[in-house]
């Protein structure tokens, strides 16, 4: 008990400081690991080691990869290509620029995944808001809330999909047909609502002459090595898709896409190295041996058995609880480390039940809660660490709190209608 307190203790003590922002992030993550390591609960078997309670080598991995295939594909144009074309065809309006980076950064990141993505679309952002004199704030923010939005229609597109369909046999054909259409629905949602969110900072009046110049053409600058590296990204999606019949992890994929992009470019290491987020691997792996700590003191493993004895047989409640629940939790604790832990949970409840697999309902309530969590909060998923350290660098802060009161009205409206679709789709109309 007194050990199960103070791993508690250290754990909300180390959340204050990320949220409040006193201290970094990745400092306050790696001072909560060393006051675990500091009463007992880690040491490197734990940290590195064990599944459970470690670091998840797959997903550094994957982003990893990923943030290499990223370095090289930013030096080609494309992004930019993409974005100054959504600023020429906004006409100077802000809220069809907001729209159509928003339906661009929601089609890249189920193929790149929402933090490859938003690695991508956010700097040539914060340039296009400031060539026309707009406020860069609401643009970054309905980046992250659309990437993890689109993030949840494939098996690759937000790491807590890779979690749950290793462990629960879901492949990539499974989520296309479960989680995309909920995801479109959540998408047409999200843009009528952020014209109300933001609507202060849309009323802004935009330099047009800011758009004469921008000829969407010229921010290619290889043509010849876009195409190329577009090949390599092309195969890297059909082995995405396929790698339980190739029997490789997506980490896997992911690396060899990583090296097969760097020969073919070309491309000198410090050029793509230069663009990995190494403070975010950093704070991701503290956040894991965190909560691996308080899973190992029976913390998160408690929460779960209450909730499977909680749903008996009654199906339709454990998929709320595991969708509402996994929205709260996952919000406050991180996504990824929280789908981690409460996995082999949702596996015991899944058991208990009459469906298994892509069948049951459980494991898509988990999916989305999961997800849809990962928009609450500033720290709740990888793409919102992402975009407000560029921010940060770029010299347009957005704060803890700033994110967090557009973050959490997002998160409720899409996890009451996610309710709705799971409830029509799997019970209802069952």
Known sequence: MILTSAALAVFIVAYALIATERVHRVAA??????????????????????????????????????MIIVGVLKQTGLFEFLALWAAQRSGGQPYRLLVLLVLITAAVSPILDNVTCVLLVAPVTLSVCRRLGLPPAPYLVSLILASNIGGMSTLIGDPPNIIIGSRAGLSFVDFLVHSLPLTIILLV??????????????????????????????????LRMLRR?????????VAFGLH?????????????????MVLVSRTEPEEFLEEVEWD??????????????????????????WAAEAMGD???LGATALLFGSGVIGAFVDNIPYTTATVPIVEDMVATTTTSGADSPLWWAFVFGADLGGNATAVAAGANVVVLGIAAKAGEPISFWGFTRYGVVVTLATLIVAWAYVYLRYFALA
């Open 314 to 316: 009654r199906e339709l």
């Open 29 to 66: 993550a790696l001072g909560g690991v060393a006051g675990m390591v500091v009463i007992g609960l880690v040491d490197a078997e734990t940290a590195f080691f064990e599944e459970h309670t470690g670091v998840d080598w797959n997903v550094i991995f994957l982003l990893f990869g990923m």
């Open 189 to 222: 949602l999200f843009v009528v609502m952020a014209r109300w969110l933001f609507r202060a900072d849309l009323d802004h009046e935009v330099d047009l002459h800011g758009l004469d110049d921008l000829r969407p053409a010229d921010a290619i600058t290889n």
């Open 280 to 305: 975010t691997l950093a704070f991701f792996m503290a956040l894991f041996v965190l909560v691996g700590a308080l899973v190992q003191v029976g913390v998160i493993g408690a929460v779960g058995e």
């Open 244 to 260: 339980t019949v190739l029997h490789l992890d997506p980490s896997v994929v992911a690396m060899m896409g990583a090296g097969a």
């Open 229 to 237: 590296c577009l090949l390599v990204l092309f195969l890297v999606m």
